[in-house]
C-alpha cells in the first residue's frame, strides 16, 4: 500500500520517522509531505496513487478524492471533519476517521484561557504597562460565582465543566442530550434560550453540521446579559460573527473570545471581529499544544494500522 501524509503534523523528526519505520516494517511505502500542496493540482498529483491519505485540517475537496485513481482510506487527524467532501467519499467507497479525543484538553484549557484573559483584561494590562501606565481604570472580574453556560457536553464540554466547577461557577448546560453523572455534579440542563439569557460567560463546545451552523443566532446572542462573554472554540459558522461584532460595538455583550472563524486565518482585514471592541482573537489555535499533536499523531498512525489490518478505527464515513 502506499500511504501520503500530505501536510506536517507538528511532531518532531525523529517521531516522524518512528511511526514511518513501522509502517514500512510491514512492506508498506510511506510518503510524508514536508509542507502543505501550494494548490488543488498540486494535492491531486499527491494522491493519484495513494491508497491511503493523512491530513490535518487542510481542504481536500471532492476532487482530491476523485483524482485517487485507487484511494480508499483518508486518516484525518482532526476532531472534526468538515473539511474533507464526505459526499465524494461515500461515492468513491472512501472509509473516513477522525482523531477525535487528541485535543479535549488543550481546547478547554484555552477556553478558560480566553475567560480569564477577557475577565482580567490581560491585552489591556499588557499594553499599559508597555505605555509606562498603571493599573487605573483596568478593574477586573472574577469567575468564582459566576454562572458559566456550556453548549455543548461532549468530551471538551465535560473538561470545561470539571474546570469551571474547580472555579467554583455554577454551570448550565444545554446538549442534546441529558447527562446524568454532571447533573450529579451540580449541572443543570436548560434550554439554550434560558442558557444564553441567564450565563454570564457562553462557552461553545459543538461541531458545525447542518444543524449548528448559524445556531449562534442574532435572535440569541440579543438575549444575552449586557456583562457577559462569548467564547468560541468550536466552529466560526456557529455563530453569527456580524451580529456578534455589532452587538460587541454597541456594548450589548460585555466581551468575546475567539479561535475559529469562517476560515482558516489569516483572516480577511475587513472581518467584522478584528475592529469590534473587548475582543481576544486566536488563530485556531486551541488544539495545539505539544502533549496534544503528540498525541493526536499516535492515534492517526494507529489508525492506519488498524484499517491495514481490516478494521477501520473511528469512522465517521
Known amino acids: 500500500m502506499k500511504i501520503v501524509l500530505t501536510e506536517p503534523l507538528g511532531i518532531s523528526p525523529e517521531l516522524l520517522e518512528k511511526y514511518a519505520r513501522e509502517l514500512r516494517a510491514l512492506g508498506h511505502r510511506f510518503m510524508a509531505c514536508p509542507h502543505r500542496p501550494e494548490s488543488l493540482a498540486e494535492l491531486c498529483s499527491l494522491v493519484e496513487d495513494a491508497d491511503a491519505v493523512m491530513l490535518a485540517n487542510m481542504p481536500f475537496p471532492g476532487e482530491a478524492v476523485r483524482a485517487g485513481k485507487s484511494l480508499r482510506y483518508i486518516d484525518v487527524a482532526f476532531t472534526g471533519v468538515d473539511h474533507v467532501d464526505l459526499a465524494a467519499c461515500r461515492e468513491r467507497g ?34 499599559t504597562v508597555r505605555g509606562g501606565g498603571t493599573r487605573e481604570g483596568l478593574i477586573g472580574t472574577e469567575l468564582w460565582g459566576k454562572t458559566l453556560g456550556v453548549v455543548g457536553t461532549g468530551r471538551i464540554g465535560g473538561q470545561v465543566i470539571g474546570l469551571a466547577l474547580a472555579f467554583g461557577m455554577r454551570v448550565l448546560a444545554h446538549s442534546r442530550t441529558v447527562k446524568p453523572e454532571l447533573e450529579a455534579q451540580g449541572v443543570d440542563f436548560v434550554p ?41 472554540t468550536a466552529r466560526g459558522p456557529v455563530v453569527d460573527n456580524t451580529a456578534l461584532a455589532d452587538l460587541l460595538r454597541e456594548g450589548r455583550i460585555a466581551g468575546a473570545g475567539i479561535d475559529v472563524f469562517q476560515q482558516e486565518p489569516p483572516i480577511p482585514q475587513d472581518h467584522p471581529l478584528l475592529t469590534a471592541p473587548n475582543t481576544l482573537l486566536a488563530p485556531h489555535v486551541a488544539f495545539a499544544t505539544q502533549e496534544a499533536l503528540e498525541r493526536r499523531a499516535a492515534i492517526v498512525f494507529d489508525n492506519m494500522k488498524s484499517w491495514l489490518n481490516g478494521t477501520v478505527k473511528n469512522q465517521v464515513c
Do not use: W
Open 192 to 232: 439554550l434560550a434560558q442558557l444564553m439569557e441567564q450565563s454570564d460567560v457562553v462557552t461553545l463546545h459543538i461541531p458545525q453540521n447542518a444543524e449548528t451552523t448559524g445556531l449562534i443566532s442574532r435572535a440569541l446572542l440579543e438575549r444575552m446579559k449586557p456583562n457577559a462573554l462569548l467564547i468560541n
Open 94 to 127: 472512501v472509509a473516513v476517521s477522525n482523531a477525535s479525543g487528541y485535543s479535549d484538553t488543550a481546547v478547554a484549557e484555552l477556553a478558560f484561557g480566553l475567560m480569564l484573559g477577557l475577565s482580567r483584561r490581560l491585552l489591556s494590562c499588557d499594553r
